[in-house]
């Protein structure tokens, strides 16, 4: 695989890594630190999901094929991947989130007795 992504290609997906990620914090509620987490999972992972979708998906595809193409980088394709890596981790948080609210309810009714 040949990685032909430059500078700007990276700073952009960053970018939509982290409007992403602030977006994804937003979302999942909760106490500041489940945000936090929320937010820097779904910007780490979709840099990661976007460089792997630009680079490895449609690293094959040249600008006239793959439009907008920016310095390497896919840009719809990694727009609509960050969306369902978001997505994802948005369902994650709020199940662990909710498993763990009934499992220390459980726990509270346990010490009670």
């Known amino acids: 695989m040949r990685w032909d992504i430059g500078p700007e290609g990276l ?25 936090l987490w929320a937010s820097l999972v ?12 630009s680079e490895g998906v449609f690293g094959w595809a040249t600008e006239e094929e ?5 310095d390497g980088l896919s840009r719809d394709e990694v727009l609509l991947s960050s969306l369902l890596t978001a997505a ?19 726990v509270e009714r346990a010490d009670r007795r």
Not at 42 to 53: E, K, N, P, S
Not at 66 to 70: A, E, R
Not at 88 to 105: C, F, K, N, P, W
């Open 11 to 35: 700073a952009v997906l960053g970018a939509i890594s982290l409007g992403f990620g602030v977006v994804t914090g937003l979302v999942v509620g909760g106490p500041a630190g489940r945000r």
């Open 42 to 53: 779904t910007t780490v992972a979709c840099f990661g999901v976007g460089l792997g979708t």
């Open 66 to 70: 793959l439009q907008p193409n920016i």
């Open 88 to 106: 994802i981790v948005v369902l994650v948080a709020r199940y662990v989130a909710r498993r763990t609210q009934s499992l220390g309810a459980s």
